[in-house]
């Protein structure tokens, strides 16, 4: 869909940017490439929501703590997405001038263009650097500072830079920055940790803020690299909770309670009740539950997924949800491990996004650094997807008796203990990670490839949803879309109990080896943050956009065991049994 951005200080221009795309690659406080020029997206207090299409969802709206979720604007007649010029330093290939966007533009009109006001008709290119950190700013990449080793500078004529690039070198070493007081630096060692001593400015030019206290160092980034922006977004399944007459009136009265003391909330709760004929003390609880909740994030995402597990395993059809589960009651080999298979065969799930982060990306239990807004966000932009999927409960009794085996408890242990060495001191003591997690995070990865094999969907179009809180052992693998169709069964056909049982048999066998074994299988801890054990491209890891987890907490040997042991990897105690 084309959107047309408005660009503050600089002409409207048109760029074309899928509404998915506003919300997991072009978020607020992305840098996004138009023609020959970037930009990034203004946050949340910039936009115009009366282009925004309302997305209902209450689960999550609860979870996030927003009054609304809304559809970013999009369609050929658009609405006015906001962006800001980012990075402002710009060079032109002619003259080789490096400085800021304002300086170097010509005008016409009284209005800046961009083209190199010396050279006329030649493009000026945005600077190929930026300097992030991880709280989630980013600037310009200094320039000044790099070329005159730390050394301050005036920013005046006596100190303008030229970038010279060698046309037979093409690394960084190649470029050099010249300044007119004779100094010169190449850029070769300008990026990654380290490379810059100079302390973040607390710049959030997404904001329209600057100098915001910082103690964190700066890392040079190439703008168009990955790590610059990583999206933090939060789903949830449409899923039928049905409330209580207490949970509806409070639904719609919400509004009026904002921003009301705790006396005047409890005064205003007894005069609806009155007003609806509830019982006060219900609407009262009612009310006390959802700000506990609100408050306890882990603990409302928690009972979220707790809600979906659920409805996953009943049979349930309504308008966005269908589900016809179907119980296993093999008693040999691989349906030992199995206790449940559900085909869904239409669901709706809301993604909406809620922060960003820079330099790494956000664990799941960590609050996301980068801010959609200056204030407290009060609506989030997300959109709603429709599909199909196939839902696999394992047996209770099985993954109980293979978490709580010597190898499984080691295997976690191994990877916990490695993910705190490689973490920053600042982050503290993290999590450990649950063999149950390790299992059946790594079993949904197995058993996606073989659906992608099975089905004909590319990888990278199925999901995957972990549910493996205590008591919990089921992996919801689906795909969905936004269009209004959905997607076209292929999927869903297969969730049966025999072609499961197949699936997870196939799954087994091509997990035994791995064309990089034996080094994969006998490897260390590796993978970012050190999560993942015996789990490479070749066997475990899928394309970012179907892993929940970002490709962390994987282990081909919970499933096959190892060279050592086996006779203990999850599948394999069941084959052939």
């Not at 800001?84 to 290939?93: A, D, G, L, N, Q």
């Not at 010249?178 to 607390?202: D, M, N, P």
């Not at 809180?469 to 069964?489: E, N």
């Amino acid at each position: 869909m084309a959107l047309r951005a408005k660009i503050r200080k600089a002409p409207p221009i048109k760029a074309s940017v899928r509404r998915s795309q506003l919300i997991t690659t072009y978020g607020v406080g992305s840098v996004l490439p138009v023609e020959s020029e970037s930009f990034m997206i203004a946050g949340l207090e910039h936009w115009n929501t009366s282009n925004c299409e309302p997305i209902e969802e209450p689960r999550l709206r609860a979870l996030l703590g927003v009054h609304e979720l809304l559809a970013p604007p999009g369609g050929e007649s658009g609405g006015m997405v906001p962006m800001v010029r980012f990075p402002e330093w710009v060079s032109c290939p002619k003259c080789n001038r490096l400085d800021n966007f304002w300086r170097l533009a010509d005008k016409v009109d009284n209005k800046y263009v961009n083209k190199c006001r010396h050279c006329i008709s030649v493009r000026l290119v945005p600077s190929r650097f930026v300097a992030c950190c991880v709280s989630g700013h980013i600037q310009d990449f200094p320039f000044r500072y790099w070329t005159h080793r730390g050394r301050d500078v005036d920013d005046d004529s006596d100190h303008s830079l030229r970038m010279i690039a060698d046309p037979a070198d093409s690394s960084l070493a190649g470029i050099a920055i010249v300044c007119s007081c004779g100094v010169s630096r190449s850029l070769e060692g300008a990026l990654g940790s380290g490379a810059l001593t100079t302390g973040c400015g607390g710049r959030s030019p997404w904001l329209d803020t600057d100098h915001e206290p910082c103690g964190q160092k700066l890392v040079g980034l190439q703008r168009g690299a990955s790590n610059v922006w990583f999206a933090d977004v939060k789903s949830a399944l449409t899923v039928d909770r049905s409330l209580t007459a207490a949970e509806e009136i409070l639904e719609r009265i919400k509004p009026e309670l904002e921003g009301l003391e705790d006396e005047d909330v409890a005064v205003l709760l007894r005069i609806k009740a009155k007003q609806h004929k509830v019982d006060p003390d219900a609407l009262v609880d009612a009310f006390r539950k959802g700000t506990t909740e609100a408050e306890d994030y882990q603990h409302a995402q928690a009972r979220l997924r707790e809600e979906e597990y659920e409805a996953l395993g009943r049979e349930d059809e309504k308008e966005t949800f269908v589900c016809v589960p179907e119980a296993v009651r093999e008693t040999s080999g691989t349906g030992r491990m199995l206790d449940l298979v559900s085909k869904v065969p239409r669901l709706r799930e809301v993604r909406a996004l809620t922060g960003f982060a820079r330099v790494s990306a956000v664990a799941e239990t960590k609050t996301s650094p980068g801010k959609l807004t200056r204030n407290r966000a009060t609506w989030m932009p997300a959109i709603e997807v429709l599909g199909e999927g196939i839902f696999v409960r394992f047996r209770e009794s099985a993954v109980v008796a293979w978490e709580s085996s010597e190898f499984a408890q080691q295997r976690a242990e191994r990877i916990s203990s490695a993910m705190q060495d490689a973490a920053p001191a600042s982050v503290g003591v993290l999590e450990p990670v649950r063999p149950r997690l390790l299992l059946l995070h790594s079993l949904s990865h197995a058993l996606m490839r073989e659906l992608a094999l099975d089905t004909g969907y590319p990888a990278s179009s199925i999901r995957e949803r972990i549910y493996a809180a205590p008591g919990q052992a089921g992996i919801l693998l689906y795909t969905a879309s936004a269009d209004a169709a959905g997607s076209l069964g292929g999927l869903c056909a297969q969730g049966t109990v025999a072609n499961i049982v197949k699936l997870v048999e196939d799954a087994t066998e091509s997990a035994q080896w791995c064309s990089a074994d034996p080094v994969c299988l006998e490897s260390g801890p590796s993978g970012a943050g050190a999560a993942n054990l015996a789990a490479c491209h070749s066997c475990m890891l899928a394309p970012e956009v179907s892993c929940e987890l970002q490709n962390r907490y994987l282990d081909r040997a919970c499933l096959v065991g190892n060279s050592e042991s086996s006779d203990f990897g999850f599948l394999t105690q069941f084959d052939g049994l």
